[in-house]
């Protein structure tokens, strides 16, 4: 006995120590990209002209300085604009994909074959493919300088659809949906207070997804919105980017991408902690 | 999976999903469609006048499958251009993921310092694509440190045109993909992974059954549906690789057009000329290729899974 | 006499009430789309807006192509939009003024009261001009671009850093070639970039790259170029850099061993960053000539697009960014600009106080002045600036021997099918 439970300690500690190994690698992969960005964020435009370094380049504070007083931008402005945007869709398209894929999942109906092929199917389409149909029908219903037409789109998502109804094919029974009826709950009750609370983990992935991509979306919001006052935080780095000659910083670029990730990094961590809360929640019914 | 019978329900299917399709017939379809439709077209902008919409039938295609003077068809070269750079980044993707969310999840491994783990693998996520090959670019370049670095030591006489070689560029792209995406996956599944009824590991546990064979038996059986979403998804996404090889290589793919992918072309003919006719006519082609590799992956995979 | 007053102030009268009805009529906001705020900048000092018009300026970023993309939308719906909707200038840059300047969407700035160009560099109203000479817009800069040499270089090459001297031993492509060689055997490159001299033979060109039937055609020109080329590289005379990467810019640097760049005022007063670091540059070690030919970069048009309900004000505009002597004065002065005004420009070239320090006290606005006339403005397509790029990307690969020449045509080749369906390629 004392020997197998040794043999499990050795083997254990070795295992360990081959998930640190592994970790720590990949966690210095990761961390080196934000140390370049770092770097480059500490250091005049002369400097980054010169070329690349790897050591600050003392210019931190000037390059915040600068990147926050810079007259062309309002950079509190458009962290709230992205914020705005990026909420909203995340919420949207969580909750529209999870309905949706739970429509699918649980009823039966004359179209629900034909539904899931549908949005399988497309989901195979590049987005490049409807992006300029998709400008052109905003000029034309007067849609720029809205925040609509880049909030609303993301209700009909067939990733995030597809990873909801992979999700609830493992995690929910049925029994629990005709347990529920029995008690007397209506349909969308159903969803929202017995469905929902079990989702939670796969909520909280798809939400920092949504999240993330509509914060760094650009090339729809620079062609729709161009009041100063409504521009998100990729159009201004665009922005700063193509600035004239006599105006040019590339330290304020990279100041400004530094900047624009840590709003991003606050919402992951704080929704990253309810993937792990839902551990729990998984184990409501066996 | 049961059949269930109440069809007084059948509504409610219709109702849960009505939301869905009116967004998506309003803001995707209608476009996509339109942009099917201009496959069979000559429509292009020649500066600011319009040409066309002119009836081609299959012009546009006969055109793409044409084969170049040196006897290669474009098309097909860019979409296995696409199919390396995917599977050099893909698959340590998902394999490198895969192995993470065990760790995570492994109650009897238990490792410290999750959360800081957790956050950092997905830091290069949050970096916008195009900020990220800009870094790889600078890093890079002829007189990037890592040049810098190389000469120092005495390993390169001369500076090393990474950017330039078909290899190392793409081995570039992939390893940016694969930074980008592995922190995704692996959130992906360990959030599938912890859906998991723990008491089902609690079973295998009190079966006697090893790390090895609650993954084999245990985990992976109950993760299929997730992890044949991860592969799909990261299949599309692979096949509709776009922005990092466009920043890193300036839009031109180099070197000889190695690192072009289909997005890439498709994003050619629309870019100045907003050739309509061109690009629908290569969505056509993509789709195609992406709809029979999908349903291909999707049923191996899901078939044996399913009960 | 008395008659005669009397008719006078009537017309005036007259014309004062015509032109405060045609004020009357004309919209209160004004549309301005620009894709930074260069001009933003300067308007905004040096034109007083009238009061109870509103300027509204739509900047969209030129990445990925945004700018001209958000641009040709507005211009094509230009007459369904609304009055205060409408563009009502906007701005274009020397590489595709041609694209707006040959379409309908673009009006004759005479109708706008613009008509004074006696002050303007010719070249810059020939490239807002049609093949028919109606002017449709101004530039409120002009962009010579000369070669800038680094003296001390010089005087170790030809033995000489004065400008006139080192005009004429560079003054054609052959003694620039030969010089180019003596350079090398000193341990110098003769440029920095391959594409360094692409302009310079390209603003020069006796033909378009299209031809009546819509065939790409190469200009010997452009022919001269890739064999000049050609020959740097193999000789070791260039190296294999974009015009904009490090690998070029770290030459400016004062332990750079490169002689010879190309650029106007913009350049060296802007993106010359690295040469006039204060630790590692060599600030006042450069001087300006004219060099083998003369060229012109970049320059941005103030066009005036059909159908604005602001004509007054953007005629206005127009006049008095060329023709406003305090105006170009100050953008000469104040601005580090070389102004689209003769007059003003003279003023300085004439003044013996004035000069670079950068330039180690040359008098640059003399230089430039004196350069102008040479400037052509000849053979420009609306496929200009993409088909040049496109070139200098394509042939990189080649010079820098990753591919041949051959495969290099040809994936220059596909990018222009890409690029413009309308061409014919070989």
């Avoid at chain 3, 040709?72 to 409408?86: F, R, T, V, Y």
């Avoid at chain 3, 603003?203 to 001269?224: H, R």
Wanted: a neutral charge; proline letters at 4%; charged letters at 15%.
């Amino acid at each position: 006995m004392k020997d197998v439970n040794k043999k499990g300690r050795i083997q254990l500690a070795a295992a360990r120590t081959v998930a640190y190994t592994i970790l720590i690698f990949l966690a210095v992969l990761c961390l080196f990209s934000f140390y370049m960005l770092i770097i480059n964020a500490s250091r005049s435009n002369a400097q980054l002209q010169g070329g690349f370094a790897v050591w600050f380049g003392g210019h931190f504070f000037d390059n915040l300085r600068n990147a926050w007083n810079d007259a062309s931008i309002n950079i509190p402005r458009g962290m709230l604009n992205s914020f705005i945007i990026a909420a909203c869709c995340a919420v949207l398209t969580t909750y529209f994909s999870a309905l949706t894929a739970y429509g699918i999942h649980v009823y039966d109906f004359k179209l629900k074959k034909a539904a899931f092929l549908f949005i399988m199917a497309v989901m195979m389409i590049p987005p490049q493919v409807s992006a300029v149909g998709f400008i052109k029908l905003c000029y034309r219903f007067r849609l720029t300088n809205n925040y609509l037409p880049l909030i609303l789109p993301s209700i009909a998502s067939p990733v995030v659809f597809f990873y909801m109804k992979q999700y609830l094919e493992s995690v929910l029974p049925l029994e629990m949906v005709e347990a529920a009826r029995i008690d007397g709950a209506h349909e969308f009750r159903t969803f929202n207070q017995i469905v929902l609370p079990i989702m939670k983990p796969a909520f909280a992935v798809q939400m920092i997804f949504a999240f993330v991509s509509s914060w760094n979306n650009y090339f729809i919001p620079t062609l729709l919105l161009d009041k100063a006052e409504l521009k998100t935080v990729p159009i201004m780095i665009a922005q700063l980017r193509s600035a004239d000659y006599s105006k040019f910083d590339m330290g304020k670029v990279y100041m400004f991408i530094l900047l624009a990730i840590l709003p991003v990094l606050i919402v992951y961590i704080i929704l990253s902690k309810s993937i792990i809360r839902g551990a729990t929640a998984g184990a409501v019914k066996g | 999976m049961k059949k269930r019978r109440g069809v007084s329900y059948s509504k409610w299917g219709y109702i849960f999903i009505l939301p869905f399709f009116i967004s998506y017939i309003l803001f995707s379809l209608i476009p996509q469609i339109t942009t099917f439709y201009n496959a069979f077209f000559e429509n292009y902008r020649n500066g600011l006048s319009q040409v066309g919409p002119n009836y081609v039938g299959f012009g546009n295609f006969i055109k793409l499958f044409t084969p170049a003077k040196n006897g290669s068809i474009d098309i097909l070269r860019y979409f296995g251009n696409t199919m390396i750079l995917w599977l050099l980044g893909a698959v340590p993707q998902v394999l490198v993921a895969l192995l993470l969310a065990v760790f995570f999840t492994s109650f009897r491994l238990n490792l410290k310092g999750q959360q800081f783990f957790k956050t950092v693998i997905y830091m290069p996520n949050l970096i916008m694509a195009s900020a990220f090959s800009m870094l790889f670019f600078t890093l890079f370049s002829p007189v990037g440190p890592v040049n810098q670095l190389l000469m120092s030591s005495g390993m390169l006489e001369k500076s090393f045109d990474f950017l330039g070689m078909m290899i190392p560029v793409r081995l570039l792209i992939s390893l940016m993909n694969f930074l980008m995406w592995f922190g995704n996956t692996t959130i992906l599944l360990m959030a599938g992974i912890q859906g998991i009824d723990q008491s089902m590991f609690e079973a295998a546990q009190i079966d006697g059954a090893n790390s090895l064979q609650t993954f084999f038996r245990v985990t992976l059986p109950l993760l299929a549906p997730i992890l044949v979403y991860t592969i799909i998804t990261a299949m599309i996404g692979g096949l509709q690789m776009f922005d990092v090889p466009q920043v890193l290589t300036n839009g031109k793919g180099t070197p000889d057009r190695t690192s072009m992918t289909i997005v890439m072309y498709l994003n050619n003919y629309l870019q100045t000329s907003k050739n309509y006719g061109m690009a629908g006519a290569i969505s056509v082609v993509l789709f195609i290729i992406s709809a029979i590799l999908s349903l291909v992956v999707y049923h191996t995979l899901s078939k044996p899974y399913k009960k | 006499m008395k008659k005669l007053f009397a008719l006078v102030l009537a017309a005036m009268m007259a014309l004062s009430m015509l032109s405060f009805a045609a004020a009357e009529e004309e919209g209160k906001v004004l549309n301005i789309y620009a894709w930074n705020e260069e001009f933003k900048g300067f308007f905004e000092k040096y034109y007083a807006v009238p009061e109870g018009i509103t300027v509204n300026w739509i900047i969209t970023p030129s990445d990925n192509g945004g700018y001209q993309q958000k641009l040709d939308e507005a211009l094509l719906n230009q007459e369904a939009a609304s009055a205060d909707e409408k563009v009502d200038m906007f701005l274009a840059e020397a590489d595709y003024i041609q694209k707006y300047v040959d379409a309908d969407a673009t009006q004759d700035i005479a109708a706008l009261g613009v008509t004074d160009f006696s002050n303007a560099y010719e070249y810059t109203v020939k490239a807002a001009s049609t093949a028919d000479g109606v002017v449709k817009g101004v530039s409120f800069q002009c962009c010579p671009s000369a070669l800038i040499y680094r003296r001390s270089i010089a005087k170790d090459v030809l033995g000489t850093d004065d400008p006139a001297e080192v005009q004429a031993a560079l003054n054609s492509w052959e003694k620039f070639e030969a010089v180019a060689a003596d350079a090398k055997a000193k341990g110098y490159y003769m440029t920095a970039s391959f594409a360094e001299t692409y302009r310079v033979f390209s603003n020069n060109c006796t033909s378009a790259w299209v031809d009546a039937e819509g065939n790409l055609q190469f200009d010997p020109q452009i022919e001269a170029w890739i064999a000049q080329t050609e020959k740097f590289i193999d000789n070791g005379y260039t190296l294999t850099a974009g015009i904009w990467d490090d690998e070029k810019n770290v030459q400016m640097f004062a332990d750079g061993k490169t002689m010879c760049f190309f650029g106007p005022a913009w350049y060296f007063n802007f993106c010359m960053g690295n040469a006039q670091d204060p630790e590692k540059g060599c600030s006042g070690d450069w001087a300006i000539t004219e060099g083998p030919a003369a060229h012109f970069w970049g320059g941005t048009w103030l066009l005036a697009p059909a159908g604005t309900d602001n004509p007054t004000i953007v005629g206005d505009i127009m006049n008095t960014f060329i023709n406003n002597e305090e105006v170009c004065t100050k953008l000469v002065s104040a601005e580090a600009q070389f102004s689209n005004n003769k007059a003003v420009n003279a003023k300085f070239a004439e003044n013996p106080d004035y000069g670079s320090a950068f330039l180690g006290g040359q008098n640059d606005v003399a230089v430039f002045s004196a350069m102008t006339d040479n400037i052509k403005w000849e053979n420009h397509t609306i496929y200009d600036q993409l088909l040049n790029e496109g070139l200098q990307n394509n042939l990189q690969e080649y010079f820098k021997k990753n591919v041949d020449k051959d495969t290099a045509m040809s994936n220059f080749y596909k990018f222009v099918n890409e690029t413009y369906p309308a061409i014919v390629t070989p």
